[in-house]
């Protein structure tokens, strides 16, 4: 079993619409979560950092952090096809390993 | 501009024959790490470093090795690649550690037959 799980999707959604992706973990030791993007033929850029539990808000991005279920989220709101792209989830113990989730590729179209 | 440089950027090479692929960063981080990315996979670490001198384990080490002989530069290395070794690499650093943002390189492509 992979300590990181994620549905590759692909997901596909029209403009406007509320996006969820989701990770599972089975390391109950994570306390760090990240979500990167991840555009075609590009390098990762990170999204949100959370540590712990709880939500944190940027902008039109939301994530969450449930430990007690080992599951984390990222929700995308008013979603624009600029926001097309993979989405990863990445989560680490100590402040040097970092273990990925596959990835997400999403889709909004206009 | 602050950016993380990769060389080279696509690679085909034969199995065996010893190859370095240079990562380099002017943002005078701490952290440096290499990942490869491969279809149904994601990205899996292969080494990360916290320090000059300071190196560790990954998630997927065997067939690699890495040094950090200057804060800059980390330089990935297979001593005898093999095809499954094929793969698309990426160098990150960030300020101090995985928490805080990671920069990406803009990967090197690397086939070996």
């Not at chain 2, 060389?7 to 981080?29: A, D, E, F, W």
């Amino acid at each position: 079993q992979k300590e990181v799980e994620q549905d590759p999707g692909p997901l596909s959604v029209p403009e406007g619409a509320i996006v969820s992706l989701n990770c599972t973990y089975s390391n109950s030791a994570f306390q760090y979560f990240m979500w990167y993007r991840q555009y075609s033929r590009k390098g990762p850029e990170l999204l949100m950092y959370t540590y712990s539990s709880g939500n944190k808000e940027d902008g039109r991005f939301t994530a969450q952090v449930d430990k007690s279920s080992k599951y984390i989220s990222l929700f995308i709101r008013d979603s624009q096809p600029s926001d097309s792209a993979t989405y990863l989830c990445a989560m680490s113990v100590t402040l040097g390993r970092l273990y990925f989730g596959r990835g997400t590729q999403l889709t909004v179209w206009p | 501009e602050a950016q993380v440089t990769q060389n080279p950027r696509y690679l085909i090479t034969v199995t065996g024959k010893k190859l370095t692929v240079t990562c380099s960063q002017n943002m005078n981080h701490e952290y440096m790490s290499w990942y490869r990315q491969d279809p149904g996979l994601g990205l899996r670490q292969i080494y990360y470093s916290m320090n000059v001198e300071v190196t560790d384990k990954g998630d997927v080490p065997e067939g690699y090795k890495v040094s950090r002989k200057e804060k800059r530069n980390f330089p990935l290395i297979l001593e005898s690649p093999s095809p499954n070794q094929t793969s698309l690499y990426f160098c990150a650093s960030s300020l101090v550690s995985t928490s805080d943002e990671q920069y990406f390189g803009p990967g090197t492509r690397l086939t070996v037959t």
